[in-house]
């Protein structure tokens, strides 16, 4: 169920946090990173809808989530 923008077939995650923001940023340009799914382009549409938006550092683990 892709989400709004997003011109993949793949389920839309949005960036939540500062590091995945960061990791975003490292596959938008090139670097070599874990995320070998994610493309360049995709990378960019992603940080597009976050652009000035104050994330946290780290994702907080909830309760209603069993932790996930």
């Known amino acids: 169920m892709p989400g709004k ?3 993949t077939d793949r389920k839309h995650t949005p960036i939540v946090s500062q590091a995945q923001r960061r990791l975003f940023g490292a596959v938008a340009s090139g670097q070599k990173t874990k995320a070998t799914t ?3 382009a995709e990378a960019k ?3 597009k ?3 000035g938006k104050k994330l946290p550092k780290r994702k907080r683990k909830t309760i209603l ?3 996930k």
């Open 65 to 67: 989530t069993g932790g």
């Open 5 to 7: 923008g997003c011109k």
């Open 45 to 47: 549409r992603h940080l």
């Open 38 to 40: 994610l493309t360049k």
């Open 49 to 51: 809808e976050v652009k």
